[in-house]
C-alpha cells in the first residue's frame, strides 16, 4: 500500500526557510513522479513542484521558481521541498503526492513537465502540513 506523509510545516517569518519533508513506505521512488501540492484558505489546491527520480527531471510553479527546490532521498525513503525567501502568500496547506510512471504513460522528462504538476495526474495523496508565512 503507497503511504505518503508530509512533515515539517510550521510558523516562519517572510523571507525566512523551511523544508518540508514527504515519508514514503509501499513503493519504490523510481517507479513514480513526486508532486508537491498545496492549498491556501478559500482557494484552489495548486502544483508547487514535481520531481522524477527515473531521469531526476523536475518542475515548478512559476510562483515559486527559483526559492523552491525539490529532492529525493532513496536511501531514507524521503522526498523534500526546500523553501526559502518565503512570502505570506506561500501560506499554505501543503501536500505531498506520488504519481506512477504507468499512469502517467511515462517515456521521458516531457511527462514531467507536461503533468507534473496536474492534481489529476496524481492518485496517491497524504495529509498535509501547514506552512505559515507572517509578514
Known amino acids: 500500500e503507497v503511504q505518503l506523509q508530509a512533515s515539517g510545516g510550521g510558523l516562519v517569518q517572510a523571507g525566512g526557510s523551511l523544508t518540508l519533508s514527504c515519508a514514503a513506505s509501499?513503493?519504490?521512488?523510481?517507479?513514480?513522479?513526486i508532486g508537491w501540492f498545496r492549498q491556501a484558505p478559500g482557494k484552489e489546491r495548486e502544483g508547487v513542484s514535481c520531481i522524477s527520480d527515473i531521469d531526476g527531471s523536475t518542475d515548478f510553479s512559476d510562483s515559486v521558481k527559483g526559492r523552491f527546490t525539490v529532492s529525493i532521498d532513496n536511501a531514507k525513503k524521503m522526498a523534500y521541498l526546500q523553501m526559502n525567501s518565503l512570502q505570506p502568500e506561500d501560506t499554505a496547506v501543503y501536500y505531498c503526492?506520488?504519481?506512477?510512471?504507468?499512469?502517467?504513460?511515462?517515456?521521458?522528462?516531457?511527462?514531467?513537465?507536461?503533468?507534473?504538476?496536474?492534481?489529476?495526474?496524481?492518485?496517491?495523496w497524504g495529509p498535509g502540513t501547514l506552512v505559515t508565512v507572517s509578514s
Open positions: 503526492a506520488a504519481a506512477h510512471l504507468l499512469v502517467l504513460d511515462y517515456v521521458s522528462s516531457e511527462v514531467t513537465l507536461r503533468l507534473g504538476l496536474r492534481e489529476d495526474s496524481y492518485e496517491n
Open positions: 509501499g513503493f519504490t521512488f523510481n517507479d513514480y513522479v
